[in-house]
């Protein structure tokens, strides 16, 4: 949601945009607030010692193992991605940038009025960054070049980004899609066919009578429903109502389930071009619009269905689509569980 809103402003306001990602991120921060030890195994200590026989004095086990103690922030331990976030923040509040009070992955320097605001989505080690035309992408970026040393710059205007692709050639909007990511997914499951729709009108209808998929079958069900809702949260909410329901046959699928997830595949299989496109209107300042709505009793236990969409004028940058966790008693009453879902969220 925040890199979309922050595309969405860029878009808007015409920004100079760039991805930045950082080589080896974890390992440039320091181990500085505990001791953590490390026992290296044979195999691995011998790959070790062959790279630098420095290391060979501190073999003293016999099963050949090293045990070291760690000084920077290795890949796997818990603490890594704590302690990159904190050395992150600290490197770029040196050089001015403030976290936003609403989204710490959000950092803003500069004055929006005087148009010289930059800021910076930060995803782990990848980057996304815009700066309003009174300021220098290319001091930025020497900046950033310099506070974390080993650094991918792409300064295009078709960007990748958390495995989406942001197209910023039309001035005003930006287009997002994940093609690649969908063909590979369609390409797995060697679908022929089409559909208007992803969902039929008997969607949560469930069929009690219908037989369950073998185990291999149920976790190939499992595995694309998966598949589908990262697709359907990012750039394809039109799939999200029959994912979403699809998410909750995963534990023991049927022959009636296999054939809703079919009919969303074969509906992915014409529509394999659409993505999202997020416009900004042009107010003087970003106005946010949101929808809710809800279905009473849509579910088998009774319970309703919630759906929110909200944007910064044309194209959503959050949607939800789930089932909701009261039972109603009237469909009012499920549209102020609805109301009160979408409210704490905007």
Not at 114 to 138: G, W
Not at 204 to 228: G, N, Q
Not at 235 to 264: A, G, H, Y
Not at 303 to 319: E, L, Q, S
Request: hydrophobic fraction near 40%; charge should be negative.
């Amino acid at each position: 949601t925040a890199a979309f809103a922050v595309a969405a402003i860029a878009a808007r306001e015409n920004r100079d945009v760039a991805t930045l990602d950082v080589t080896g991120a974890f390992l440039q921060a320091p181990m500085d607030k505990e001791d953590i030890y490390v026992i290296i195994e044979k195999d691995v200590a011998e790959l070790l010692i062959e790279v630098a026989p420095v290391y060979g004095e501190y073999v003293f086990d016999p099963g050949g193992t090293i045990t070291v103690k760690l000084v920077r922030a290795l890949y796997g331990c818990k603490q890594s991605a704590l302690l990159w976030y904190c050395y992150l923040v600290k490197k770029l509040k040196a050089i001015g940038f403030v976290p936003n009070p609403s989204e710490p992955c959000v950092l803003n320097r500069g004055d929006v009025k005087n148009e010289t605001q930059e800021t910076i989505a930060v995803h782990v080690d990848d980057f996304l960054i815009s700066t309003q035309k009174n300021a220098s992408m290319d001091g930025l970026i020497l900046e950033l070049q310099n506070a974390f040393v080993d650094v991918t710059v792409n300064r295009e205007k078709v960007l990748h980004y958390l495995g989406m692709v942001f197209d910023f050639t039309v001035p005003g909007k930006v287009s997002i899609c994940m093609k690649s990511y969908l063909e590979d997914f369609l390409k797995d499951n060697e679908i022929n066919g089409t559909c208007t729709t992803p969902a039929s009108n008997r969607l949560f209808d469930v069929d009690d009578e219908s037989k369950p998929l073998v185990a291999e079958e149920a976790k190939v069900f499992h595995t694309s429903v998966a598949r589908l809702l990262y697709l359907a949260k990012r750039t394809r909410p039109d799939i999200l109502l029959p994912v979403n329901f699809l998410c909750t046959r995963v534990t023991c699928p049927t022959e009636e389930d296999d054939r809703k997830l079919e009919r969303v595949v074969k509906y992915l299989n014409g529509t394999r071009e659409l993505g999202i496109c997020l416009q900004p209107d042009s107010y003087s300042n970003v106005q946010l619009d949101s929808f809710v709505d809800a279905s009473y009793a849509a579910h088998a236990d009774a319970k309703g269905h919630t759906g929110i969409y909200v944007a910064i004028g044309r194209g959503p940058i959050f949607v939800r689509s789930s089932k909701q966790k009261l039972v109603a008693k009237s469909s009012t009453e499920a549209e102020l569980i609805a109301l009160s879902d979408a409210t704490s969220q905007v």
